[in-house]
């Protein structure tokens, strides 16, 4: 199966610093998806087909990569993009999530 | 709008089989599949299974000789089964739509799972 590696595992912003997590993939993919999950809720789609915002989604959120690597950045952060994000593959089966990059507010 | 309502116990002994009803509303499950999804702080996100609009099923390798997905369309209901639980299934089960192109839409709220005697 391919495996998806999300790095950093934790990392902190201040507001309106600029912001990029990366999902490496073990073998090349034709899109990923991004979720949101903040603490005691389900995941909640948030980027998919690699670049596309869910619905409700702010502009400052953007997403971009090719074969092995993908990137989520946000432009300017806030308070409220404080949470876990997580990738998602499923150009092979079965499908499979990275381990997350937990990003806190300063 | 669309929902997807989780029901099922929450601690089931080590042998036993775990059963959760997901029952969805603002789409009909002749026109979307639905996944089960569990995440679990020693494994994180697992995805277990899909059952698809027209009935089919797809499972997850590592889980196809204990798990088994069903739905009633009538009923708006989609029915997960898990059998042989271990300590190291404990976690929190999701059902959850299917996307647009490979990935999964809308989630339902989850159920946590303990497996303990």
């Known amino acids: 199966q391919i495996v998806l590696t999300q790095s950093p595992a934790i990392m902190s912003a201040s507001p309106g610093e600029k912001v990029t997590m990366t999902c490496s993939a073990s073998?090349?993919?034709?899109?990923m998806h991004w979720y949101q999950q903040k603490s005691g809720t389900s995941p909640k789609r948030w980027i998919y087909?690699?670049?596309k915002l869910a619905s409700g989604v702010p502009a400052r959120f953007s997403g971009s990569g090719s074969g092995t690597s993908y990137s989520l950045t946000i432009s300017s952060m806030e308070a409220e993009d404080a949470a876990t994000y997580y990738c998602?593959?499923?150009?092979?089966?079965?499908?499979?999530f990275g381990g997350g990059t937990k990003l806190e507010i300063k | 709008q669309v929902q997807l309502k989780q029901s099922g116990p929450g601690l089931v002994q080590p042998s036993q089989s775990l059963s959760i009803t997901c029952t969805v509303s603002?789409?009909?499950?002749?026109?979307?599949?639905v996944h089960w999804v569990r995440q679990s702080p020693g494994k994180g996100l697992e995805w277990l299974g899909v059952?698809?609009?027209?009935?089919?099923?797809d499972y997850n390798a590592a889980f196809i000789s204990r798990l088994s997905i069903s739905k009633d369309n009538s009923k708006s209901q989609v029915f997960f089964k898990m059998n042989s639980l271990q300590a190291n299934d404990t976690a929190i089960y999701y059902c959850?739509?299917?996307?647009?192109?490979?990935?999964?839409?809308?989630w339902g709220q989850g159920t946590t799972l303990t497996v303990s005697s």
């Open positions: 073998s090349s993919v034709s899109y």
């Open positions: 087909d690699t670049s």
């Open positions: 959850a739509r299917n996307g647009g192109r490979s990935d999964f839409d809308y």
């Open positions: 998602q593959q499923w150009s092979s089966n079965p499908p499979t």
């Open positions: 059952i698809w609009s027209g009935g089919s099923t």
């Open positions: 603002g789409f009909s499950l002749t026109s979307y599949g």
